[in-house]
């Protein structure tokens, strides 16, 4: 099904900041789901990056701790992707996903995530 859109993309110079965007507002949900953001990686889409439960229960990849913040609107229907002091290894393309099954935890491959939105790129130049 359709219904995420990602936005916020675009170039930015290592040590800056942006801020991803996801609206989830298409969704036709009756509860909180586990929300996520990945990256592509050398597969696609591969490496998650951060989620968050229907609890609030939040993880990171080891690598954006401290730099990147997620979070979720859950009125505007939107998750948040703050990434701050980027670096050029940053670069990728985003996707938010959504895994409709979870309603306790969020799991970690992205085969059991079954709502994608179509990615946006970040490029970091050094």
């Known amino acids: 099904q359709v219904g995420l859109m990602e936005s916020g993309g675009g170039s930015v110079q290592a040590r800056g900041s942006l801020r991803l965007s996801c609206s989830f507002s298409?969704?036709?949900?009756?509860?909180?789901?586990?929300m996520a953001w990945f990256r592509r990686g050398p597969d696609e889409p591969g490496e998650r990056v951060a989620n968050?439960?229907?609890?609030?229960?939040?993880t990171y990849a080891d690598h954006v701790k401290g730099r990147f913040t997620i979070s979720k609107d859950t009125a505007s229907k939107t998750l948040y992707l703050q990434m701050n002091n980027v670096e050029a290894v940053d670069s990728d393309k985003y996707y938010c996903?959504?895994?409709?099954?979870?309603?306790?935890?969020?799991?970690?491959?992205?085969?059991?995530?079954?709502?994608w939105g179509q990615g946006t790129q970040v490029t970091v130049s050094s």
């Open positions: 298409n969704l036709s949900l009756r509860r909180d789901v586990c």
């Open positions: 996903a959504a895994a409709t099954k979870y309603i306790d935890y969020c799991p970690v491959r992205p085969y059991n995530y079954d709502v």
């Open positions: 968050i439960s229907p609890t609030g229960a939040i």
